[in-house]
């Protein structure tokens, strides 16, 4: 796991917080662009296809049975095994769950994408427990593609502060990478803050 | 509306007394195990655990440094379907769960508690 450090990469967002009006952001436009953009990308990562040969009522049900462990680290990482070392067994509780997670996923982010449409943020608790999720998965797959394997990888990214920098699609990942990690860490606290309020 | 401090003491309650029930079945205990990665922030992990589990801050703390410093931690256990649920929420987060027998942990972590120090 990791502790956020501090949001140096972008300065115009503030951070989120826990207040009169409930937990409050703001975030620029180009931002806002950003993220939504991150969050479609995961999105369609996780939209199931639907294969031809399908059974109806098995889909209607919600099972899979054509369904495999994801070849993409990314996807796996969002969609893992729910045993060890046992493949037989994961795959059949994947049969049984899989699009259910995926759609469970799907609603957060759309959830989130949606709410991305005004510069002043106010979120509901609900809509708060959305966004971080939809935040962590982005922040899951983004941290795949910046090959983020230990503590010592995530490190280095983080060094990463400089938008002047940002000269090749690694540096630049890595900076959105931070800047979502900042993000994510802010409303986390504010949620955490509303909870400690109401306790 | 909501009252998220009272609600979370009744639901530590309630957890306890289901996992309490389901092991007094005749029904060998699973355990549900989180697995340290690079990513997940230490706040969000605990936040996960206090609003999911209903978990104390302290508990959920402890728990979430144990995943942080021994690369897992057994965070909940009871029968399998139960603890396959808590499973699929967690990875519906984002946390790296897997479910295991209890007597099967390689560890010996593998029993009643689930948070032992």
Do not use: C
Request: proline share 3%; aromatic share 6%; no cysteine.
């Amino acid at each position: 796991m990791e502790t956020a450090k501090d949001g140096r990469a972008v300065r115009v967002a503030k951070a989120f917080k826990y207040g009169l009006k409930g937990i409050t952001g703001y975030l620029e436009p180009t931002e806002r662009e950003l993220l939504r953009g991150l969050v479609d990308d995961v999105i369609s990562m996780l939209e199931p296809q639907s294969s031809a040969d399908e059974d109806p009522l098995t889909a209607l049900i919600g099972l899979d049975m054509n369904v495999r462990e994801p070849s993409d680290r990314a996807l796996l990482r969002l969609l893992p095994n729910v045993m060890k070392n046992d493949g037989a067994a994961s795959l059949e509780f994947r049969q049984l769950t899989e699009r259910s997670l995926r759609e469970t996923k799907i609603g957060a982010l759309r959830a989130t994408a949606m709410g991305l449409d005004r510069n002043d943020l106010v979120l509901t608790p609900e809509e708060a427990r959305l966004w971080s999720m939809a935040f962590n998965d982005v922040r899951l797959v983004l941290a795949e593609r910046l090959d983020i394997r230990d503590e010592a990888d995530a490190d280095h990214v983080h060094a990463m502060q400089d938008w002047s920098q940002a000269d090749d699609v690694e540096s630049y990942l890595a900076l959105v990478y931070n800047f979502t990690t900042w993000l994510q860490e802010s409303l986390v606290q504010a949620m955490m803050a509303s909870m400690d309020r109401k306790g | 509306m909501t009252d998220a401090g009272l609600k979370g003491e009744e639901r530590t309650d309630l957890a306890q007394e289901s996992a309490t029930d389901l092991l007094t079945a005749a029904d060998v205990p699973w355990n549900l195990v989180i697995w340290n990665d690079p990513v997940n922030l230490m706040s969000y992990v605990s936040y996960v655990f206090q609003s999911y589990f209903g978990y104390s801050e302290a508990k959920s703390n402890k728990l979430m440094l144990e995943v942080h410093r021994k690369g897992r931690s057994i965070v909940a256990y009871g029968g399998k379907e139960q603890v396959e649920q808590h499973a699929v929420a967690m990875h519906g987060y984002g946390l790296w769960a897997t479910v295991e027998k209890a007597s099967s942990s390689g560890d010996g972590q593998g029993r009643k508690g689930g948070s032992r120090g």
